[in-house]
């Protein structure tokens, strides 16, 4: 088909249309002459010329319109086709079109994968007008990046920039650096001021890949490493590699090793800080179908074990395992099972729940479950109402790793909580951080006045356990007081009690004289 690509080209052709629309109408004109000679002997040969010529220029014209036509909706189309609809960036197949390609003269490039951070958790809490307005935003300042020579918008809260080896004479992580900074400057949207964090991977072409979709891929696995380390920039290296490949492992395992009981739960105690009394366990994952050092570890599977919708099959698993193992049998503790964000939107958790709790005639009061913030602002609603009905049958529930997302005040109010578990990356400094340990009193405080019990996680020396005893947190865990064991500690045994409570006084004297 016919291609105009520019005005130019467009006058070129209308000129050259009519030049033809012309000459064809006088051949007509002429013919016209030759057959009808008898009838227009008498007539003006110019007359005819000028009629014939007066119909062929509007058609001439109309066809060249409609070839106009024709070419804006073809370069329309082109641009629907490279261009994101919502950030008018590149798309992932555009990208990818300009990436430099293996035996092309080409210079060395940069290819920065960006991934916002919790960005999920802002869709859920603000809606999705909002998390477009966040998009749109960041996408403007990516667009601004000078060193970029062009952006992306790869899909989702997934972003790409490729930057020129000219601008490669420092580390490529110090030229992404300030885009990364300025990504992470909040973001003034319609319900207020809200903050993302970016992790950006880094591949170098040619160093790292020869072709855009392995240097894409690349940059992403140096992305994910960058996420999994709590966010940043992370470059892209050949041992990446080898642990995707591990990753694809554990991913085609998984299912057999939950089906066949290869994961296995190990119990950490939960001492309460006053009398140092074991009062229940923490029920953690463990990879036992393999020996210690080979077996991946929870941080590996339980992402996967997401990522691939096994992690409710494997709550299940240790549930039942759980319930019918020593720990069920013992006369008292409390016993509490993490359960993953997913699980709670599922309608009929709470029902199956219950009949697993009545089929082990285990008591509902002696099981707990940890959620985490995140898992809430999925589906706030259905969140709540799954917990709430947990709790009616006398489950108890606990927020996880609170301080670590948005330790949000309103969501402590609406949930059936009993417990808070106070993160570990607050614990480890509280000796030395007076940051740490202002947020761990205020969270002990807040808890008191809301009639919750706090939990202090990570404990893993004596001087940090007795600054939570004075701050009146009421339980602990943590290495220096009982690690994960496949075999439960005896909980709370009176002989056990009286003792703990001669440590504890003894403790006390020793937490005034360290104060
Ligand atoms: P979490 O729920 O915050 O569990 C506490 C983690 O801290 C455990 O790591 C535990 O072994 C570790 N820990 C306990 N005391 C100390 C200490 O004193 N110092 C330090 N440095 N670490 C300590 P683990 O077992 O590797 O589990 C990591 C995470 O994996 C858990 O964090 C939890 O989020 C997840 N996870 C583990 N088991 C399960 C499970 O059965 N289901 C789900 N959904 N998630 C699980
Ligand atoms: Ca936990
Ligand atoms: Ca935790």
Redo the contacts with the bound molecule.
């Keep these: 088909m016919l291609s105009i690509r520019n005005r130019t080209e467009m006058a070129v052709f209308v000129v050259l249309a009519s030049l033809a629309a012309m000459s064809s109408s006088s051949i007509l004109a002429s013919a016209t002459y030759e057959l009808f000679r008898p009838v227009t002997e008498r007539a003006n040969l110019l007359h005819i010329i000028f009629i014939t010529a007066l119909i062929a220029v509007p058609i001439a014209f109309l066809l060249a319109l409609h070839s106009m036509r024709i070419t804006r909706y073809q370069s329309e189309l082109e641009d629907l086709a490279n261009t994101d609809a919502l950030t008018g960036l590149h798309n992932r197949r555009r990208f990818l079109e300009l990436l430099p390609q293996e035996g092309e003269d080409a210079r060395r490039t940069v290819i920065a994968f960006v991934d916002l951070d919790r960005f999920k958790s802002i869709n859920d809490r603000f809606g999705h007008a909002v998390g477009d307005e966040v998009f749109k935003t960041v996408a403007g300042r990516l667009q601004a990046f000078r060193p970029a020579l062009s952006a992306a918008r790869l899909g989702g809260d997934e972003f790409a920039l490729m930057i020129d080896e000219g601008d490669l004479a420092s580390d490529p992580a110090s030229i992404v650096a300030p885009v990364r900074r300025e990504i992470c400057r909040p973001v003034d949207t319609s319900t207020g001021r809200i903050s993302v964090g970016a992790s950006i991977g880094l591949a170098v072409f040619p160093d790292d890949a020869a072709t855009p979709s392995e240097l894409l891929r690349a940059a992403d696995r140096a992305m994910l490493r960058a996420k999994a380390g709590g966010g940043g920039i992370c470059r892209f290296t050949a041992s990446l590699d080898a642990e995707a490949t591990d990753e694809q492992e554990i991913e085609a395992r998984l299912r057999t090793v939950i089906t066949s009981r290869g994961i296995t739960?190990?119990y950490?105690p939960v001492i309460c800080t006053a009398t140092r009394a074991v009062v229940g366990h923490?029920?953690?994952?463990?990879w036992t179908a393999e020996a210690r050092g080979d077996a991946p570890?929870?941080?590996r599977f339980?992402p996967i074990a997401?990522r691939v919708g096994l992690?409710d099959e494997?709550?299940w698993s240790?549930l039942e395992q759980v319930l019918s193992g020593p720990a069920a049998r013992a006369p008292d503790g409390v016993i509490a099972?993490?359960?993953?964000p997913n699980q709670l939107h599922h309608d009929n958790f709470a029902d199956r729940l219950a009949t697993q709790l009545v089929r082990h005639k285990y008591d509902p009061s002696r099981l707990e479950l940890?959620v985490?913030e995140t898992a809430m602002f999925r589906d706030m609603e259905t969140g709540i109402d799954v917990l709430r009905r947990i709790a009616e049958r006398g489950v108890s529930i606990s927020l996880?790793?609170f301080g670590t997302g948005h330790s949000s005040l309103s969501l402590v109010r609406q949930l059936p909580l009993t417990k808070l578990?106070i993160?570990?990356s607050f614990i480890?400094p509280l000796i030395w951080s007076s940051h740490s340990e202002s947020i761990v009193s205020a969270t002990v405080s807040l808890c008191q006045a809301l009639g919750l019990k706090t939990c202090a996680?990570?404990?893993?020396d004596e001087r940090t356990f007795l600054r939570l005893q004075e701050l009146g947190c009421d339980y602990v865990?943590?290495?220096?007081l009982g690690?994960?064991n496949p075999v439960p500690a005896a909980c709370d045994a009176p002989a056990q009690k009286e003792a703990l409570k001669a440590v504890a006084a003894k403790t006390a004297v020793l937490a005034r004289k360290l104060a």
Excluded: M, W, Y
């Design positions: 739960p190990a950490q923490e029920v953690l994952a463990r570890s929870p941080g339980i997401e992690i494997l709550f240790l099972l993490n359960v993953s940890e985490t996880d790793d578990k993160d570990k480890s996680e990570g404990v893993e865990q943590g290495f220096h690690r994960p």
